[in-house]
């Protein structure tokens, strides 16, 4: 009580010294003793400061000399709080850690948390992770990224070698028929798993994105051979149905040589047991899956794109054919220019 304690002369001060000499601690100064110096502490006895009903026997001074009682000029009321208040992110926080239950993921288990949080807590409070969840959350977004230059360096490479933006576009179409196989994979080894035919899990985590930014490169190779041969055969003369049908015929032995190479030397990653074999069984089932379903859908996907697409292009090697062709009709102009 402020108007209380300035009547009787008692300074905030005053309270607020008394109140920590007597139930917390002060130094006050120090003594030598055998040539150690030691400090000077103090505080009331642990009895006489067991509970809030010992300020009534504590007194303060007042400006004039008298002491006044201390239970006169403050009032003690109990609160029910936690002793500090954490903060993350330079807000007040609350702490909620959790071990994941057998059969679930990381990211179920934090959209789960989101959810909950959307419906129970009021519209102004946050929710945010940290430790493993948070690292779960920034890599997965990190690996997003990966994947997503990975597809636009793999692009514009194929864009130089080819000359034209048409045909990259038509091996990159392979892509998605990679994570496709990929995702089916993961989705029917993790019911084979369930069903307690298989050991390790399977879901779409740090391990199995990894393994999708490889299907970019391995996917992208069938189209590549493809394409490329088409394009020879166009250069050679041949009109461009003529050119994608031989060219899928003819590459058709060296597409299914490297396919089945890449996914047999993937299956000890996918079947492999022991210390570690969650990330590598993660990584192999993307790879067998995806190679494999592309490499079938390829065939069938590729030629009937380009047939929609070569129309609009022209050979690569058309325009030199055009030069010899002149050169060939006017041998002599070179010469008089």
Not at 3 to 14: D, I, N, T
Not at 151 to 178: C, D, G, K, R, W
Request: glycine share 8%; charged share 20%; net charge neutral.
């Amino acid at each position: 009580n402020r108007e209380r304690a300035a009547a009787l002369g008692v300074s905030v001060q005053e309270i607020g010294r008394t109140l920590e000499i007597m139930m917390g601690s002060r130094r006050v100064g120090t003594f030598v003793d055998g040539g150690e110096e030691y400090d000077v502490i103090v505080q009331a006895r642990g009895e006489d400061r067991a509970s809030p009903a010992a300020m009534e026997g504590l007194f303060v001074r007042s400006a004039s000399g008298q002491l006044v009682p201390l239970a006169s000029l403050v009032t003690v009321r109990e609160l029910a709080e936690p002793g500090s208040f954490n903060r993350f992110n330079r807000l007040r926080a609350i702490t909620l850690s959790a071990s994941l239950a057998p059969g679930y993921t990381m990211g179920e288990a934090t959209a789960w948390i989101e959810e909950t949080a959307r419906r129970v807590l009021p519209p102004n409070a946050q929710v945010d992770f940290k430790g493993e969840a948070r690292e779960a959350r920034e890599s997965g977004r990190a690996v997003l990224f990966a994947f997503a230059m990975a597809l636009l360096i793999v692009y514009l490479v194929l864009a130089a070698q080819f000359e034209s933006f048409a045909h990259p576009f038509v091996i990159m179409l392979t892509v998605p028929l990679a994570v496709l196989g990929a995702l089916l994979g993961l989705f029917a080894m993790s019911l084979v798993s369930a069903a307690g035919f298989w050991g390790p899990g399977a879901s779409l985590n740090l391990f199995s994105q990894i393994g999708l930014i490889m299907l970019v490169g391995l996917a992208a190779k069938n189209g590549i051979l493809i394409v490329e041969f088409a394009n020879q055969l166009r250069d050679e003369g041949r009109e461009v149905r003529r050119a994608i049908l031989d060219a899928a015929s003819i590459r058709l032995r060296p597409i299914l040589m490297t396919s089945i190479a890449t996914a047999a030397g993937a299956l000890p990653l996918m079947l492999g047991t022991g210390a570690g074999s969650a990330s590598r069984n993660a990584i192999g089932i993307v790879v067998v899956f995806g190679v494999v379903l592309s490499t079938f859908l390829t065939l069938y996907v590729i030629p009937a794109l380009y047939l929609r697409v070569a129309p609009y292009t022209t050979a690569p090697q058309a325009r030199t054919r055009e030069l010899e062709r002149l050169e060939t009709l006017h041998p002599d102009a070179e010469a008089q220019a």
